[in-house]
């Protein structure tokens, strides 16, 4: 009985935080939406984001009613049931989220790897439940979660909170008990783990369709054309599952499955351009729908300026309900467009002239990379630019898990801000202006060697109209070699670091928009608002950004020629410096007869010298050894 | 008597007498040793001494790829390189390159850099720009780079002062504008697996190494950071294109700094690829008039008809090593793939020719083929799973398909060391020698056998131990010497430049590079007789020389076999320049021992000898080398003064701390 738990907002996860009007016909049966936004990101770039989200019932809290599968994966459920899952988030994606052109992205989680966060109910068994959940999902998803161990899981206690307690969080100064879920009665525990170099690929992706109700079959899936998608500059595939709640007071718990996946399609690099979007962007176009979605849309974010594209098909509607910046929102709901017939397509028209950036690059306040510095073995570390480029300071939680092979020196850790205008003129050469960055709360934990990894969860505030550099120096370990990965030596791949952020007001899209977009009903992230409902409150966005993976190549065995030949004569010259030195580096003197029987007479000596006539010169370094 | 202790003693009787033949004739054996040492590098250019290249990274896969680059796509680059001939500044031809960048869709960054010349005090400054254009699906971990300089390089005319000077800068346009289009091509292709990084870097060597200094993250003072950054650099390229209407030959300069190589894969696949496409392919220019592999004739000795090939091979293959391992020695070449290695980038600079009225119009090519090269390239270098195979940079090029490897081209500095170790022995066993003359008037008794042969071991047993002592009094002078020459004296000549330039600073406006250089040279040279005079007159008559020459030796051998680990050429070098002359240094003698006999033949060798460490003194040398390159004296002093302060090359403080001590010692050897 696991699953047994009093109703709770703070229970829930990212998913919920006000409960909103949801059709009462919903709550008896599961419901299915499905739904693609195409958003041009610049002239060349489209992104198209597909979002398949399964309501579902399937069981209910008190645990009364037999389980029932209706649209909700039964292979999902039972995993969930088994290892007592109280949510998870699981995504793979490939190639580089651009956020300084793009803007942000749909789905937070933007890393070119496989990153997977859930929350376990804490008890005895936790561990083996963790392994046998990422061997469940590595079964299920194709994908090697099998190698997920200790050594690439971590526990960040800040960056994976509730909304509603990061938001307290963020906004207040002051510090925080670091209990992540004090009011949850049940308590879970948070799992994070990133598995640098996992490539999606297709094998990955059938199980994953294969979980919808009406498969590639029919409706907005068909699209899916694995040759254009695993082409695209971007793309990304996540499954989300947890739990939110329905009604006024949250009487009603159901369990929520998101599936999404991002594409972001380069229409110069394709091999035509027609007039149809669908037809340039996925080279199919749309038969049918999915019987079995109550919801069927296509939402087209339509510029309002910038060098994009034009719609030409006349939408079902223009949507109102949420502002977005710069955008105009274009509905068209399949359920009334698609006729079995006749296939459909939107009509657009492609620009002629060219402009290379949609966004301009002020327009994003808050931007992250993080680089590697040093080459070789020589001057290791990490840098990390955090620009804000918002008129009001951001606070942020910066969590970052290296592996136990990079031995981090906390102590080098520095946060230093530099405002905007001083870092972008090339003419400063030395950092101008810099000053220090307080944390307002920091949590590190040491690595463990061939253990647990290095973490590192740092609270603080970017000013506005600034960068904050945070660096810190690292050096490489060696690897046992067994340890080194089976395949060619390219070296490994280090996860992305994230960065929480809560955004005031900001002037661009946000992840908020597209969610409260693509499900009104629920405001996933947006506008957790404090408890004074006050007018004057500002629109808060809470996200996550994202950082460039990086690559290490340890020091490698190298058993080639020349350096056998180096180790080994470097070993001779080293014995024979050891014994030259050792010759060179003693006083030698001649010894009189008397000295020399005196000695021979000490007990303990042999007696050869006693034989001899004359002077015999013995070293008194050889009386030392006989003694 | 103990049996087993006579049997030792008789043992060690027959290899005292095998050792005492051995020291007649050491000298003579150091001599052989030199010799063959000298006859052995002769071998090097022989066909039959190298092997053929191959490709040890199997990833690499040249000329697999269908190229795209094609003459429609070459169009851009005319149209760039009229472009930037009408932008006479170099702040507009920047600005026009970084638009070409970002209106192909890259991120494009400026980075500006200072730097002040070590000798003259001399500002340079100059803007570097980059583009990356991140790999679709990438995950912006590895990166590649291709790169180009705003001036086209010709060895050392390529100094920047020069040209500022002159006012007639040779610009590589034709390299930025194949950049430009190379970058609007490649953004069209979608199988790169590593971003690529394009490149302009001004002001030559130095802005590269800023930028890779800024790339790197690390803080320096004379450049401004870099934030647009990929992830770790994999290989890069520079084009070096001057000004011409058609090109009749492609030649790789890849020596870095510090004799660093690239590895040799990168080689090997741009000349099976320059192969392929018929560009006609050499190292730094040097042309062969042989078929690149010869196999037929290799195999075929005893046809006469193909003894003048085989010879001509060898001239050409004499012609490659000589120039490829001087660049390796100085590290100064043409192009900016230099600092590159430092930083653990494999890089190449490709140079075009320009064609001549004399070339055959079939050999002739010009953008279109270039870019077919590069595109080639780089398909090899994204397909690179790994890195390149390690330790594939031992190696010398007698040809670009032929190399010789480590374990063939290290014998001979070995042997001329070991020379070196006979002749130091040689000049040990002189100094110990001494007090053995009056040693064996005593053997003449008729005693028992074995009790003349335990008289012998223990005379001579004593006869060590105090030649041992005696050697431990002297050798306290010998140290004070030998630290005041390598310590002293060295660090004196390596601060020297330093000073005057601090000194410089301190008086105002009257300074110039020209004045400095010459103080330099002329303050190191009165610092070195003024060494010489204190050192020789500190010297009493009772200090032993034949220690000195031994350690003298033994220090010349430790320097040049640490130095051949890495750096080859340059040990090569040290090693031809010091190995005859400490060699041929006469075995020395104590104060009391000159007969007056040898002292006749003595002088004659001593000032041929003398004349001879004259010629190969460091003033002397850089004289031949700006006869030679026809560079500027000043120019040339700056020069390698820079390229110690700035790419940490060897040559400066092994010249002041190694090479010019020890001829100051040699000196003091042969006249004391």
Known sequence: MRFLCPLSITLLGWGLAESSSFPSTSLESDRFTEKLLINPLTTDKVLAHFDFTITSRWHTPEGQEPHHYRLFPRLIGQIIEKFGIREFHLSIGQGRWDYDSWGYPVEPSTSPSLELWTRLETGDDMEDRWQGFTNALSGLFCASLNFVDNTTTSSPLLSFRSPSQLQKLLQDKAEHPTTPEATSPTPSELRHTFLAREGVCTENLTPWIKLLPCQAKSGLTTLLNTYRLFDSSYHSMSIHVHRTCLGE????????????????????????????????????????????????????????????????????SWSKAIPIPERKVALFDLKSLVTPNQSFDIDITWPNTWDAHGLSRSSIPLVMHRYVTGQGLERNGLEVHLENRHTQDIPVVYLDTLPWYLNVYFHTLRLEAQPLSAAQQPQVLARANT???????????????????????????????????????????????????????????????????????????????????????????RHVRTTTESATVPEVCLTRLYSELFLVSLPTPDFSMPYNVIAFTCTVLAFFFGSMFNSLSRGYVVLSREDVQNTTESPGTAGNTSQKNGDTPVSKSDQKKSQ | MDNKYLKRLRRTEKIQTVLAKVQQHISLLSYILLVVAFLWLLTFPSIYYSK?????????????????????????????????????????????????????????????????????????????????MYAPQGDTTEALVLAAEWSSGDGLLDDIHQQHEEGGIRRNINGVAQLLSLAQHFRTLNHWSKDLIFLVVEQGQIGAEMWLRGYHGNDYPYAAPIRLRSGAIQGALALDLPAGESYSGLGAFFAGKNGQLPNLDLLNILARITQKLDVPWTLQHITR?????????????????????????????????????????????????????????????????????????????????????????????????????????????????????????????????????????????????????????STEDSKHEDSVLFDRAEKQFTRRITTYLAFWSKFPQVQRLLWTCYGGLGTVLYLLPWALANWCGTMTDSCTLQDNASWWLWGSVSIVVGGLAVLGSQCPPQCDTRLLRTCVLLIVMLATTAVSVMNFSLALVLALLLCP????????????????????????????????????????????????TALPLPQLLGRILVEYDLFGAWIYPLIGFVYWPTLVLALIILWR
Not at chain 1, 272 to 278: I, T, V
Request: aromatic share 8%; hydrophobic share 40%.
């Open chain 2, 289 to 441: 008039r042989t078929a690149p592999l010869l196999s037929a004739h290799r195999q075929d000795i005893s046809d006469t008809g193909n003894w003048g090939m085989l010879w001509q091979h060898y001239c050409d293959a004499t012609r490659t090593l000589v120039g490829t391992m001087s660049a390796q020695a100085s590290g100064i070449t043409v192009g900016i793939h230099g600092p590159f290695h430092r930083f653990r980038i494999d890089a190449v600079t490709l140079q075009a020719q320009v064609a001549t009225a004399e070339d055959p119009i079939s050999m002739r090519f010009h953008f279109a083929e270039v870019g077919k090269v590069v595109e080639s390239t780089f398909h090899s270098l994204s397909n690179l799973l790994e890195h390149f195979h390690q330790s594939f940079f031992f190696y010398l090029l007698p040809s670009p398909w032929q190399y010789i490897s480590i374990a063939d081209f290290s014998p001979p500095i070995l042997i001329m060391a070991a020379a070196l170790l006979c002749s130091a022995l040689a000049s040990w066993w002189a100094a110990t020698e001494e007090d053995s003359t009056d040693a064996s008037s």
């Open chain 1, 249 to 316: 007071s949250c009487s009603k718990e159901v369990w929520r499955m998101r599936q999404t996946l991002t594409t972001v399609t380069d229409r110069l690099r394709l091999p035509r351009q027609s007039p149809a979007l669908l037809d340039t962007l996925f080279d199919r176009s749309l038969k049918n729908t999915c019987p079995l979605a109550d919801q069927s849309t296509i939402s087209v974010l339509v510029p309002t300026e910038g060098n994009t594209f034009t719609l030409q098909s006349k939408p079902s």
């Open chain 2, 52 to 132: 053929k290249t191959y490709i040890s990274e199997n990833a690499l896969l040249p000329n697999q790829a269908i190229l795209q680059y094609e003459t429609h796509q070459a169009q851009s680059a005319y149209q760039h390189m009229h472009a930037l001939q009408a932008h006479q500044s170099s702040e507009q031809a920047l600005r026009y390159v970084q638009r070409v960048l970002e209106e192909t869709g890259l991120r494009t960054e400026t980075q500006s850099f200072n730097y002040t010349d070590p000798l003259s005090g001399r500002l340079r400054t100059g803007n570097n720009l980059h583009g990356i």
């Open chain 1, 435 to 525: 000053t220090t960055v307080e944390p307002t709360e920091m949590y590190l934990q040491p690595s463990h060697d061939h253990g647990r990894p290095a973490v590192m969860e740092i609270r603080f505030t970017i000013p506005a109209q600034s960068l904050v550099t945070l660096s810190v120096d690292f050096d490489k370990m060696f690897l046992k070699y067994t340890e080194h990965p089976p395949d060619a030596n390219r070296g490994l791949n280090v996860g992305s670091a994230i960065l929480t952020a809560a955004l005031v007001s900001p002037s661009t899209v946000t992840p908020c928009d597209y969610q409260g977009l693509l499900h009104p009903e629920e405001q996933l992230w």
């Open chain 2, 581 to 628: 002359p400490m060699v041929f240094l006469p075995t020395g003698h104590s104060a009391s021992t000159i007969s007056s006999a040898t002292v006749g033949g003595c002088q004659l060798r001593r000032m041929v000898l003398t004349v001879w460490l004259m010629i190969i003194s460091p003033p002397m040398l850089v004289y031949f080398m700006h006869r030679f």
